[in-house]
C-alpha cells in the first residue's frame, strides 16, 4: 500500500468531551500516521467537522450557510491537527477549495502530488468547496483524485454493523461487505453519493474504530479488525 486517504471522524477526535479536541487522541493519531510516513506511505487526511458544528439540525439556519460554517470547521479541525502532527516530527500542508488567506493553500492534484514527493502528510480541508456534500463525498472525491489505493476511515463506531449498534445491542458486525450490499441495505457507512462514487470508481474502504490501540497502523498493514469494504 503506497498511498491512503485517512477519513477521521471529528467526534472522535473530541474524545469523551464530545466537543473540541481531546490533545491526547490526536497525538496518538500524530503517533500512528508517523510510523506510517517513516515507512514510505504517502498519507492524505480528511477530517469531519462534527466537533464543532452539526448544522443540519439547525431549521433556522439556511442549509447553504450552514454548510458553508461546517466546511470552516473541516478547515480549524485541520490546522490543529496539523500543528500536533508537526511537534511529532512531520511535515504538512493544509490544502482547500477555496483561498483561505495565508492559512491553507489551494487544492490540486499536481500540488499534492509534489508535497507527496518532499513526504508531506496532506491535509484536504473544506470538503468540496460545495453546500449539500459531505465531508464523507470530499474524502471519496479526494481519494479517488490522488489514486489512493484504498481509504482508511477511523469512526467511533468499530465498524459495519446490520443495524445501529448504538441501539440494537444485538446489531451484526460484517467483516466483509460489498459496496453495492451497503448501497442496498443502506447501511450508512458514508453517505449515498459518496457510496456510490466508490462503486463507480472501485474505491475500497477499511472501516474501524479509531480507539482501538494501534487502529490506523493495524488498518494500513492489513491487519482489520473492523470492516473492508470492498468494489468488485
Not at 498511498?3 to 481531546?22: N, P
Request: hydrophobic share 40%; aromatic share 8%.
Amino acid at each position: 500500500m503506497k498511498r491512503v486517504l485517512l477519513k477521521l471522524s471529528g467526534e472522535a477526535l473530541a474524545g469523551e468531551k464530545k466537543t473540541g479536541f481531546d490533545e491526547a487522541v490526536v497525538t496518538e493519531v500524530a503517533k500512528q500516521v508517523k510510523t506510517l510516513v517513516d515507512e514510505g506511505i504517502q498519507i492524505g487526511i480528511v477530517i469531519g467537522g462534527g466537533n464543532f458544528w452539526r448544522g443540519r439540525t439547525s431549521k433556522n439556519i439556511d442549509r447553504t450557510k450552514a454548510d458553508q460554517i461546517g466546511m470552516l470547521a473541516t478547515v480549524m479541525n485541520c490546522i490543529y491537527v496539523s500543528e500536533i502532527f508537526r511537534s511529532q516530527g512531520m511535515m504538512t500542508s493544509i490544502l482547500t477549495p477555496f483561498a483561505c488567506g495565508e492559512f491553507t493553500k489551494m487544492f490540486s492534484k499536481d500540488r499534492t502530488n509534489k508535497y507527496f514527493a518532499h513526504n508531506m502528510v496532506v491535509f484536504f480541508a473544506g470538503g468540496t468547496g460545495h453546500p449539500y456534500f459531505s465531508t464523507d463525498t470530499s474524502t471519496v472525491l479526494r481519494a479517488i483524485e490522488i489514486e489512493a489505493d484504498t481509504i482508511l476511515l477511523a469512526k467511533a463506531v468499530d465498524g459495519v454493523y446490520d443495524c445501529d449498534p448504538k441501539d440494537h445491542p444485538d446489531a451484526r458486525k460484517y467483516p466483509e461487505v460489498s459496496i453495492q450490499e451497503v448501497i442496498d441495505r443502506q447501511l450508512k457507512v458514508v453517505d449515498l453519493t459518496a457510496s456510490i462514487m466508490c462503486m463507480e470508481n472501485k474505491m475500497p474502504m477499511i472501516v474501524f474504530g479509531l480507539n482501538e490501540k494501534d487502529s490506523i497502523v493495524n488498518a494500513a498493514h492489513g491487519i482489520i479488525t473492523g470492516t473492508r469494504v470492498t468494489v468488485e
